[in-house]
């Protein structure tokens, strides 16, 4: 019943530094790292202009935001806007900015990065609660037209998160699979919510992974007995769908199948995924923060992690329906690249999709959202 010791807890940064930011009566960031030995060490950084109260009101006014856009945090994936588009564009600059000077840049400076230029940039994992756990950490930066390079978190890192340590510790699991079976899911038909670009997703994915073995679930074909059937088949899974987080109860939240039946998280952990490797929720709110269980990542892409899988990408809140199929895309590009099949290169997948979508002026609301969680 005795907590960790560091040396038990030091392989999950081995990859990259494990960010925890401590909101109290002090505010830091305890960073647990690794060094080439294998030995960790936990790095104290002050966040001298953060206090939790400013924590609260910027979540609070992050979440006002996205409803003044026309994203409703109950939304399925596809999102309604609202307002001008000035207005709305600054204040989402706005949040990023602060983000950045008080939170983010304070990290990146005590742990000495500087600016890459190369696509591979060095990895990070950002572990949240609270209030933080609303908020885009991985998009922190100035994004005015004249901002120089080295004024975003993406010009030095990566961004993962992670809902805690333990789900970066997996030395007791097998090696990744070289050549995965893949499931795909797509349901376009849900009576008064069409989602017809899911069905282009999965084609163009099957298309990528033509040489992978895979089962493809359309519609009718996806009942919720039989995802649950192929899942524990499965070492890659992509779910193109309906997703929806209920508040307070996160075991409840889950994918809306066909004939709009759920398929809750609860079900989920109950079955046994011995291959589970990958997962893409390519639906709403699949890394939404709950505020009924503020002091844990109580959402559906941190219950795939529980589940088995060691890495997946989701969605903070509500998605655009034909951005997804652009994301998904670039991410398994990256997974199948050379012939080989490597789900640790889909942070760079997303890392490349966010930028291309961010430099097309697209607005915020359309590539915020997509994030990557685990390893």
């Not at 940064?13 to 925890?20: H, M, T, Y």
């Not at 709305?88 to 742990?111: N, S």
Request: aromatic share 6%.
């Amino acid at each position: 019943m005795k907590p960790n010791t560091l040396q038990h807890l030091a392989p999950a940064a081995r990859d990259g530094p494990v960010v925890f930011l401590n909101l109290g009566l002090k505010c830091d960031a305890l960073v647990l790292l690794n060094d080439d030995k294998g030995a960790g060490h936990v790095v104290d950084i002050p966040l001298e202009h953060v206090t939790l109260k400013k924590a609260e009101q910027l979540s609070q006014r992050f979440v006002q935001l996205l409803c003044d856009v026309g994203i409703s945090m109950r939304d399925y994936r596809r999102f309604r806007r609202g307002g001008a588009k000035g207005d709305t564009e600054a204040c989402f600059k706005d949040i990023l900015h602060i983000l950045w000077t008080d939170y983010v840049q304070p990290i990146v400076h005590g742990l000495g990065y500087s600016v890459v230029d190369e696509k591979r940039p060095p990895r990070l994992w950002w572990c949240t609660t609270g209030p933080l756990a609303f908020l885009p950490l991985h998009a922190a930066g100035l994004y005015d037209a004249s901002t120089e390079v080295g004024n975003k978190l993406s010009d030095y890192v990566v961004s993962s998160y992670t809902p805690s340590i333990a789900a970066l510790l997996d030395q007791s699991r097998l090696a990744p699979p070289e050549s995965p079976k893949l499931l795909t899911v797509a349901v376009s038909n849900t009576p008064g919510m069409a989602l017809p670009s899911t069905l282009q997703e999965v084609e163009n994915l099957t298309r990528l992974a033509a040489n992978m073995q895979t089962v493809s679930l359309k519609n009718e074909e996806a009942t919720k007995s039989r995802v649950l059937e192929e899942l524990p088949r499965c070492d890659w899974a992509h779910l193109a769908c309906h997703g929806v987080q209920v508040g307070g109860e996160p075991m409840s939240s889950g994918l809306i199948l066909d004939n709009a039946e759920k398929l809750e998280l609860s079900e989920i952990i109950k079955k046994k995924l011995p291959h589970a490797d990958f997962v893409f929720l390519s639906a709403c709110e699949t890394a939404m923060g709950d505020k009924g269980v503020p002091e844990e990542s109580a959402h559906l892409a941190a219950g795939m992690l529980f589940a088995g899988f060691r890495g997946a990408v989701a969605t903070m809140w509500s998605i655009k329906d034909s951005i997804a199929p652009c994301v998904a895309k670039d991410v398994y590009r990256y997974m199948l690249k050379d012939g080989k099949a490597d789900r640790e290169e889909a942070v760079y997948g997303l890392h490349e999709a966010v930028r291309k979508l961010r430099e097309s002026g697209e607005r915020f609301d359309s590539w915020l959202p997509f994030i990557h969680i685990g390893r």
